[in-house]
């Protein structure tokens, strides 16, 4: 089978790329514009295996997409602007990368009659949940303008799956950390501050409960899915470790050495969601489940930065 990857020298996508080289024999087209958040770095170690070629450009640009996608099996589309810090500032790029890029994609992989294409998206869209969890039927409620793009972006592949056939499926996943985050997030920012004695900027008061997953688990997760998920369907990927930032927090200082004295709280975002949540048992059913413990990945993930 032969991949495109887009958005695949950022975090999660690099990860992927990884994955797919190291663990299976399909040939690996990645397409990346390296904005902010993706780094030809990330692919190391893998551009010099003979399945995988980089190409830099992006992916609103529909005639290198089409060039690039006329010779794919499959489509996995991580390229997001993902900052909700960023998309509070300035929407514009959210929205012309997230809705309108995935628009040119799933254009594209019509004319093309692309056999598969995945659509990763996010546990944001669905809003915050206080109790319980949210399974793939509930309808999305997205609270800020990158989880807004992100469900506009999950309608439009839906739609294309039920207007055109077009073999869609959708992966949403709960907060990932582990290698080669942006170091504007909060895990490998943490760590940073932690181990050069900068204090911790915490919102509000670090109440706000996430789940994490370990991206390596994520990306076997997004694998099955691309192999054995029904097309025209949702699949979300979580681990269960729910966490408040506090928490989350303390234990990054303590991986550290660090004094919690560097927690500094600091004024909350606007329209900040309490918690997430998943149900996963869609997901699990497909034989898939997550293999690291958070203790395992933020141990790795420390060491990875540090």
């Given amino acids: 089978m032969h991949l495109l990857v887009t958005g695949g020298a950022g975090f999660i996508g690099s990860n992927f790329v990884?994955?797919?080289?190291?663990?299976?024999?399909?040939?690996?087209?990645?397409?990346?514009?390296?904005?902010?958040?993706?780094?030809?770095?990330?692919?190391?170690?893998?551009?010099?295996?003979?399945?995988?070629?980089?190409v830099e450009g992006d992916i609103r640009d529909r005639e290198l997409v089409t060039e690039l996608a006329a010779d794919a099996d499959a489509i996995v589309n991580f390229a997001a602007e993902s900052h909700v810090d960023r998309s509070i500032n300035d929407t514009e790029p959210f929205v012309s990368t997230n809705v309108q890029g995935t628009q040119v994609l799933l254009d594209v992989s019509r004319e093309v009659d692309i056999e598969r294409f995945v659509q990763i998206s996010t546990d944001e869209v669905y809003g915050e949940i206080l109790d319980g969890t949210f399974a793939e039927s509930d309808p999305p409620d997205p609270r800020n303008p990158y989880a807004a793009t992100k469900a506009s972006a999950d309608l439009l592949?839906?739609?294309?799956?039920?207007?055109?056939?077009?073999?869609?499926?959708?992966?949403?996943?709960?907060?990932?950390?582990?290698?080669?985050?942006?170091?504007?997030?909060?895990?490998?920012?943490?760590?940073?501050?932690?181990?050069?004695?900068?204090?911790?900027?915490?919102?509000?008061?670090?109440s706000n409960v996430r789940e994490w997953t370990y991206v390596f688990d994520n990306c076997r997760?997004?694998?099955?899915?691309?192999?054995?998920?029904?097309?025209?369907?949702?699949?979300?990927?979580?681990?269960?470790?729910?966490?408040?930032?506090?928490?989350?927090?303390?234990?990054?200082?303590?991986?550290?050495?660090?004094?919690?004295?560097?927690?500094?709280?600091?004024?909350d975002r606007p329209g900040h969601d309490q918690r997430y949540a998943l149900d996963t048992e869609k997901i699990e059913a497909l034989g898939w489940e997550p293999e690291w413990s958070f203790e395992q990945g933020l141990e790795e993930t420390v060491e990875y930065y540090l």
């Fill in 157 to 206: 592949a839906h739609s294309f799956y039920v207007t055109y056939d077009l073999p869609v499926v959708i992966t949403r996943s709960s907060n990932n950390y582990g290698p080669r985050q942006h170091p504007e997030k909060l895990i490998p920012k943490f760590i940073k501050h932690a181990a050069d004695g900068e204090s911790l900027p915490l919102y509000g008061d670090g």
């Fill in 18 to 54: 990884h994955h797919l080289v190291d663990t299976t024999d399909h040939q690996v087209t990645t397409l990346d514009a390296l904005t902010y958040a993706g780094d030809r770095s990330n692919l190391d170690g893998t551009l010099s295996n003979d399945r995988h070629e980089f």
């Fill in 221 to 267: 997760a997004v694998e099955r899915v691309l192999k054995e998920g029904d097309p025209g369907e949702i699949y979300n990927i979580g681990s269960g470790h729910e966490l408040q930032n506090i928490e989350i927090t303390r234990k990054i200082l303590d991986e550290v050495g660090a004094s919690e004295d560097l927690i500094e709280f600091v004024e």
